[in-house]
Nanobody
Framework: VQLQASGGGLVQPGGYLRLSCAAS????????MGWFRQAAGKEREFVAA????????YNTESVKGRFTISRDNAKNTVYLQMNSLNAEDTAVYYC?????????????????????WGQGTLVTVSS
């Protein structure tokens, strides 16, 4: 299984970016696909996740109303649309895959619950 994250870059406060996570190596129908981020000097934190099978989504409170996770079956790709970005969103963003469904709220937000990880893409929000 390979996850390839892309789409990061430098953006001004208030701007937007769309991250992509291209998945390959198997079918992902039973997977929960997530986005995490890790700012410098901080722990990796959960951002959002989506069930591949039914598109049910989960978001952390800090990004609700600003970030939207989605997936494209035909392209085997998961997206994170990020709007109204601010400096606190600056981080390396990682996509991840969890076998066995959504699990509990606690499982979804814990990096250790995920079985596969992409390489990360840097998002910098700065004027």
């Amino acid at each position: 299984v390979q996850l390839q994250a892309s789409g990061g870059g430098l953006v001004q406060p208030g701007g937007y970016l769309r991250l992509s996570c291209a998945a390959s190596g198997r079918t992902f129908s039973g997977y929960l696909m997530g986005w995490f981020r890790q700012a410098a000097g901080k722990e990796r934190e959960f951002v959002a996740a989506i069930m591949w099978a039914n598109s049910k989504t989960y978001n952390t409170e800090s990004v609700k109303g600003r970030f939207t996770i989605s997936r494209d079956n035909a392209k085997n790709t998961v997206y994170l649309q990020m709007n109204s970005l601010n400096a606190e969103d600056t981080a390396v963003y990682y996509c991840a895959g969890k076998i066995g469904g959504a699990g509990s709220w606690y499982e979804r937000k814990m990096p250790g619950s995920y079985h596969y990880w992409g390489q990360g893409t840097l998002v910098t929000v700065s004027s």
